[in-house]
């Protein structure tokens, strides 16, 4: 079992910063690639960043590239995400994400993931 509890989130005005840490407890030696998904009310949860174990191959969604930067202490457990020169559309519940397959790819399919936080709330204001 792996526990993953996320926080960081707020409520920023548009070209501000927040940084989401993730914490993961538990089987945390199981734990390979990482990931932080977001879902907005009405759409389905999608990938914003993921990041592989040893954290150097990196996935950005179109839409954060240049703004958004995810990584890992795997020392601490810990998965970031710094969100730079936030936008209103970035408003949504951010999630962070485990996958217990052991690989040194970054993965970015809802469904591959096995183990998720409880999200955090990230609301943008114009």
């Known amino acids: 079992q792996v526990h993953l509890v996320e926080s960081g989130g707020g409520l920023v005005q548009a070209g501000d910063s927040l940084r989401l840490s993730c914490v993961a407890s538990g089987r945390t030696y199981s734990v390979y690639a990482m990931g932080w998904f977001r879902q907005a009310p009405g759409k389905e949860r999608d990938v914003v960043a993921a990041i592989n174990y040893n954290g150097d191959r990196t996935y950005y969604e179109n839409s954060v590239v240049g703004r958004f930067t995810i990584s890992r202490d795997n020392a601490a457990n810990v998965l970031y995400l710094q969100m730079n020169t936030l936008k209103p559309e970035d408003t949504a519940v951010y999630y962070c994400?485990?996958?217990?397959?052991?690989?040194?790819?970054?993965?970015?399919?809802?469904?591959?993931?096995?183990?998720w936080g409880q999200g955090t709330q990230v609301i943008v204001s114009s």
């Open positions: 994400a485990a996958d217990l397959a052991p690989s040194g790819y970054v993965v970015t399919q809802v469904d591959e993931y096995d183990y």
